[in-house]
Structures are given as C-alpha cells and as structure tokens.
C-alpha cells in the first residue's frame, strides 16, 4: 500500500524559532499533498492544499506568511513552522494523494510539535 | 458547506461485545466521498473504508460493516465482537467530487474497549 513519511516525528523549539515539517510519499507521486493540524483531542483541521509545482492553498483563518508550503517535488512537500509560539504547539499530519481525482489520500503518522 | 457530526464523543463497551460509531454528513454536492478512519494512540490514521455518494450497498470487512443510508445522510460503523486492539479514536470524514479530496472530519469518537 501507499506509505507516507513525516519527519521529525516529534519536535521541541523555543519560543520565536522556525521549525520545518517534511512529508514524503515513499512509493507513489503525490501530485497533491495536505496538511492539517490536530489539537488534543480534538478533530483534524486543514490547513491548506499543496500541489506541485504550484503554490499551496490555504484554508480561511490560516496564515500562510506564518506557515510556509512548499511542494517542489512529486514526492516531497514541507511546512514551515516560521517564528514559531506556544499556541503553534499541536500535532501536524500531512497526507498525500495520487494522480486522479478518485484516488484515496493516505495520512503520515504525523509530526509533535511543541513550543516552549 | 460540508459538515460531519459523530455525536457520540466516547464509548467504552466490554470486549466482545459490538459497538456503533454513529456518523452524520451533510453537504449540497450530488456526488462525493465518505470516510472512516482509525486513530490509535500513537497518533497515525489508518484508512478504514471509502464509500462514494452512488453506492448504498452495505459493506462488510471482517469485523466491520458500514451502513450508509442516503435518506437519513448517515454512514454508520459497526465493529462486531469488539477487541482491545479496537480501541483508538475513529474519524468520519467527507470529501467533495472530482479533483478535490479535501476532508472534511468529524470530531471523532474515542472508543474504548475493556478487556
């Protein structure tokens, strides 16, 4: 099946540092990649659209000069945590989808983010 | 708009017995997508089924069964003979047609099965 990786899995910054999110798809290209943000306990939420070559779209609310999209590649797409603050702190899961508009999209295992 | 509602927030039923995971939609598309995913505690979402808005058949995976019923806008899991390794948070989601799967969740329903 369609393997997507995250890196770091988990990931500890300061207050007003930058952080950056990797996602791959291992064994298929995505030629749409999303990420959405995960409070505790709580539902996932997207936060915007990633396709390649093109620049992300991004869901009402979120700050896309706060959170950087870049989808250079059929398998790579990375977010950018930019000066980041406790309120960032949450859990960061990118999936990807296939070519075609009836594929499924397969999640990541998802990325801890915590800002002291 | 789209929206999902699972109504239910936890459950815990003893092992073996059977549990449904109820999930509401609601959209003004004619066609579109609906999911079930599986959470466990290490945090990573498991892809149960995906049922597109022309197929009201029910369908059965082992211990899984869904039951999708247009009428009510309802898509329904049921896990039979529930096990301790059943325990996660389970996601419904909704997607539109055709070249956009962006997933609209429900806010999940923790279910907990004691042994």
């Known amino acids: 099946g369609a393997v997507v990786s995250q890196h770091p899995s988990r990931v500890i910054c300061k207050s007003g540092t930058s952080v950056k999110i990797e996602c791959r798809s291992l064994?298929?290209?995505?030629?749409?990649m999303f990420w959405y943000r995960q409070f505790p306990k709580q539902s996932l939420m997207l936060m915007a659209t990633s396709n390649e070559g093109s620049k992300a779209t991004y869901e009402q609310g979120v700050e896309k000069d706060k959170f950087l999209i870049n989808h250079a590649s059929l398998t790579l797409s990375t977010l950018t945590v930019t000066s980041a603050h406790p309120e960032d702190s949450s859990f960061y899961i990118c999936s990807a989808q296939t070519t075609g508009s009836t594929d499924t999209q397969y999640f990541g295992p998802g990325t801890r983010l915590t800002v002291l | 708009a789209q929206k999902v509602t699972q109504a239910q927030t936890e459950i815990s039923v003893v092992e073996k017995e059977d549990v449904t995971l109820d999930c509401v939609y609601e959209t003004r598309d004619t066609t579109y997508y609906l999911f079930w995913y599986k959470q466990p505690p290490s945090g990573e979402l498991v892809f149960l089924i995906r049922?597109?808005?022309?197929?009201?058949q029910n369908e059965i995976s082992g211990r899984y069964s869904w039951n999708f019923q247009k009428s009510t806008s309802s898509f329904n899991f049921t896990i039979t003979a529930s096990q301790v390794v059943d325990s996660a948070v389970y996601f419904c989601?909704?997607?539109?047609?055709?070249?956009?799967?962006?997933?609209?969740f429900g806010t999940g329903t923790r279910l907990t099965i004691i042994p």
């Open positions: 064994d298929f290209q995505a030629t749409t």
């Open positions: 049922r597109n808005s022309f197929d009201e």
């Open positions: 989601a909704l997607s539109q047609n055709f070249g956009n799967e962006k997933l609209t």
